[in-house]
């Protein structure tokens, strides 16, 4: 079966950062491309700042990223003689895996290679790792004229590692070892998240070898209380119910990895106005959701006096992004 580049039509909200604005399908001469060749495919995924819910919920571990506008761009080209980079290897996966789940043979993503350029810091728990395997799977697929459903790409993404729910477009809890979504819920409110991003790197394959499941499964109770709160709030579009049931995931997940200050960074993101904290479940991160009433520069002051913030490199402003990997 030949492989072909095809132009397809442009689906979905574009981020809007500078180096996402090129033709979505493109040649050398920088012309839309059509047929076998010196053919370029791009994709895009966002990252997440770490999770609004993450533990044990309805029978199993499952989780529901924050995507926010951080983004990752893989570029799939035809070569003669590829040079596939050591570091890049869950992407390779990602493309072998896909093709081979399209029909075609093993040997078909020989002549290929890819460039990956993200925005996203490694380690930190902000899905940097699914934003390049599900945008390599995409560009694959586009490369071989074909789509890939959510569902499909999840499989894809969850047979290579772990998978954040980063890759669907509507907020979803998500099965991330399994590759099973349970529920959409739709689009997240408008909403900023002020990141503050941990000095600690975490592998996020050797974490999930090592947490402690009896310590996720004992936080059930809790885990069912924080998502009644999250559906009751995304059903009504509140943002301090949302908040709410993030803070208590957050607060469940000290007991499998410790966050520096948490105690205080929430008690003093809501006396200034925050919605609520959400965490990187297997990462450094942490995220104070905040609309315009909260006082971020009051907290970044104070946050800064505190000797706990030396676990800290940055503050960095965001908003809650669409989630889901494109063809660009």
């Known amino acids: 079966m030949e492989l072909r580049i095809r132009q397809k039509q442009r689906s979905g909200r574009i981020p809007p950062y500078p180096f996402l604005q090129q033709p979505r399908v493109y040649n050398a001469d920088n012309e839309l491309a059509e047929g076998r060749g010196q053919g370029v495919v791009t994709a895009t995924c966002p990252a997440s700042c ?21 983004y ?5 080209t035809e070569a003669t003689s590829p040079i596939r980079e050591s570091r890049l290897c869950k ?25 990956v350029e993200s925005q996203v810091p490694r380690g930190k728990g902000m899905a940097s790792s699914t934003a390049d395997i599900a945008a390599s799977a995409v560009a694959a697929a586009a490369y071989a004229g074909r789509s890939l459903s959510e569902m499909e790409l999840a499989a894809i993404c969850a047979s290579i590692e ?46 999930h070898k090592l947490k402690s499941r009896e310590l996720i499964a004992q936080g059930e109770r809790e885990m069912k209380k924080a998502l009644l709160l999250f559906e009751e709030g995304m059903a009504s579009g509140d943002l301090g119910k949302i908040g709410q049931s993030a803070t208590i995931s957050a607060i469940e997940r000290e007991k499998v990895l410790k966050k520096p200050g ?13 919605y609520g904290v959400n965490a990187a479940h297997s990462g ?35 908003r809650v992004a669409q989630g889901g990997a494109f063809i660009i």
């Open 50 to 70: 770490g999770e609004l819910l993450q533990g044990y919920i309805e029978g199993g571990e499952k989780l529901i990223s924050l995507p926010i506008d951080l």
């Open 72 to 76: 990752t761009r893989v570029t799939l």
């Open 91 to 115: 992407s390779y996966a990602a493309v072998e895996a896909t093709l081979e789940h399209l029909g075609y043979r093993a040997g078909d993503a020989d002549g290929l290679t890819l460039t």
């Open 162 to 207: 772990p998978t954040d729910s980063t890759i669907f477009r509507r907020v979803t809890l998500f099965d991330h070892v399994k590759g099973r979504a349970a529920r959409s819920y739709g689009e997240f409110p408008g909403c900023n998240v002020m990141v503050l991003e941990g000095r600690g790197c975490i592998d996020t394959l050797e974490f």
């Open 262 to 274: 948490l105690e205080w960074i929430i008690e003093t993101a809501l006396k200034l106005g925050a």
């Open 284 to 318: 450094s991160v942490l995220g104070i959701l905040c609309g315009s009433g909260f006082d971020s520069e009051k907290f970044e002051a104070l946050f800064w006096n505190q000797r706990f913030s030396d676990d800290y490199c940055c503050i960095r402003s965001h």
